[in-house]
């Protein structure tokens, strides 16, 4: 039986849509499929706009998402060479998901500090004894 014909379940540690689910989860790749959502960008300005991100972590992620049909990578011939990252159809159906999550995200953002706080003090009441 191909892999292909096998229902996807991210639950199923041997289904392949686990190791989409993690690409997909990745920090690094949904900034920059976020950033890419804007039109084409240089690799310089896309350091930028994604923020901290090595040079070397960047272009790792950049030719995971490439291979994964999620960018297409356009070098253009000029001195010095310029080239240009872009999202596919595929990668731009994943902006709608990722803006969902980037708004819960940022919308949630104190309640889950408050979360936090609340359990890390809770557990320094119980080491103390209180």
């Known amino acids: 039986m191909d892999t292909k014909d096998i229902p996807a379940n991210v639950l199923d540690p041997n289904c392949p849509s686990r190791v989409v689910f993690q690409r997909i989860g990745d920090k690094w790749a949904s900034l920059v499929i976020q950033v890419l959502g804007g039109g084409p960008v240089r690799f310089s300005e896309l350091r930028k ?31 010095p060479p310029r080239v240009d990252y872009e999202l596919t159809a595929l990668g731009e ?14 919308n949630h953002v104190p309640s889950i500090l408050e979360a936090r706080d609340a359990y890390d003090d809770a557990q320094d009441e119980a080491v103390l004894g209180r």
Do not use: C, N
Not at 93 to 106: D, N
């Open 93 to 106: 159906s994943l902006l709608q998901p990722l803006t969902m999550l980037r708004e819960w995200a940022e």
């Open 49 to 79: 706009m994604v923020s901290v991100v090595t040079p070397k972590v960047l272009t790792q992620t950049l030719r995971t998402l490439e291979r994964d049909g999620l960018i297409t990578r356009t070098i253009h011939a000029q001195v």
